[in-house]
């Protein structure tokens, strides 16, 4: 928490606005659209649900396509299940280990030529990092299927000047515990298109008709945010900045200590693009000479550090079997080599210089035990 999130609780509390509505929400909403340049923003219980009703927004029925990114989240593809849609799964591209251009115009072409183009794109910021958006819009745009961006983990990141979230046709930002701000649980939708994000609102509200009794012609989720949490994701609002110049400086000492070691890739910043650099990720390559990856996170894990692998590449996932998907190249798997050397290290903003250099210390050493590492222990 920054300090500040009381003040706001309190004024929920003193104006009795403890409901999935109210003046904090509406605030929260505007300041996050001011923020990142959007018209309009619905701010909603999680970030799921932003992608649930985004698909709903783009009229995706039972049996319609949706392509999405299969390095990622399960919770990027679940609202796709929702719908009775199908998943089809886009690999990665090695630069922002985001969603392959080549391999989602191979993807619509064929899907073209047998007449069923998908409903939606949903392209995902890993871990902060921009998808090389502009050539993702150029071929969405040339088979006309809109996007969604899953901008989950990548709140404060830019693209080209602009912010992560408002260049496809709607964007989702998440606030559960563990993104760059929290509201404990929470979401936001965002887009310039108001009349969606009016009906968006109407959705996420159980979509109760205008009359003077309680009237429903279609499906409606009980998705608003609550005005206390709302209160709680405006403080964390004001310190967005800071969290983000935080991780980046996380990420530039394990990148100044580490990068040395054999086998050991860092997640590179994509050209014209700021990342948040939400979680610090890196490749460790046992082959070319580096450790191997599952017994440095059991090492740590001994010292009560925890490092994670980065996600399974969805279209691997058991839920998923029998989705289709289109990989990078012919032969070439980028999602499924990153997950066979990634990991993220411990990268929040309230970590302290000592904890973070227990863990640089602590892979260092086991790196240097393990091979003929010539490096300085620090
Ligand atoms: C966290 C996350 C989500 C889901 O957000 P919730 O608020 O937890 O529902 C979706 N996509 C990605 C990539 C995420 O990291």
Redesign the pocket.
């Known amino acids: 928490m920054s300090g500040n999130e009381l003040k706001y609780i309190n004024d929920a509390f003193e104006s009795n606005w403890i409901a999935p509505l109210g003046p904090n929400v509406e605030q929260f909403e505007r300041e996050i659209a001011s923020l990142v340049g959007v018209k309009d923003a619905v701010a909603v219980s999680?970030?799921?649900?932003a992608?649930h009703l985004a698909l709903r927004l783009l009229n995706v029925h039972p049996g319609d396509i949706v392509f999405c990114s299969t390095l990622?989240?399960v919770?990027?593809a679940n609202p796709i299940l929702y719908q009775g849609a199908k998943p089809v799964f886009i690999d990665s591209e090695p630069d922002t280990w985001n969603m392959s251009p080549q391999a989602l115009e191979r993807a619509l072409k064929e899907a073209e030529s047998v007449g069923v183009l998908p409903k939606a794109v949903i392209v995902?910021h890993l871990y902060g990092q921009s998808a090389k958006m502009d050539e993702i819009m150029d071929i969405c745009n040339k088979y006309d299927v809109p996007i969604i961006e899953?901008a989950?983990?990548s709140l404060g990141s830019s693209y080209r000047g602009k912010a992560s979230g408002t260049i496809g046709d709607f964007g989702i930002y998440?606030?559960?515990g563990?993104?760059i701000i929290t509201t404990s649980?929470?979401?936001m939708l965002v887009s310039n298109n108001q009349q969606a994000m009016e009906k968006a609102r109407f959705l996420a509200a159980q979509a109760r008709d205008t009359a003077p009794f309680y009237k429903h012609s279609e499906i409606g989720f009980n998705y608003r945010m609550s005005n206390l949490l709302a209160g709680i994701g405006r403080a964390q609002l004001e310190v967005l900045d800071d969290r983000v110049r935080l991780r980046r400086l996380i990420f530039n000492q394990y990148k100044e200590y580490l990068s040395g070691l054999p086998g050991v890739a860092f997640m590179e910043e994509l050209e014209n693009t700021h990342s948040n650099r939400w979680l610090t990720a890196l490749l460790i390559d046992e082959k070319g000479g580096g450790v191997s990856k599952q017994a440095l996170l059991d090492f740590l894990s001994d010292l009560n550090i925890e490092a994670r692998h980065v996600w399974k590449p969805l279209h691997t996932q058991p839920l998923f079997k029998n989705a289709p998907y289109y990989s990078h190249g012919e032969n070439e798997h980028v999602g499924e080599a990153l997950f066979e050397k990634g990991i993220c290290l411990p990268s929040g903003s309230g970590m302290t210089m000592g904890q973070l250099f227990k863990v640089i210390n602590s892979i260092l050493s086991f790196c240097s035990k393990r091979k003929n590492y010539s490096g300085v222990i620090i």
């Not at 999680?46 to 649900?49: D, F, H, K, P, V």
């Open positions: 999680s970030g799921t649900a992608i990622t989240f919770a990027t995902v899953d989950a983990e998440s606030f559960n563990n993104k649980g929470g979401g």
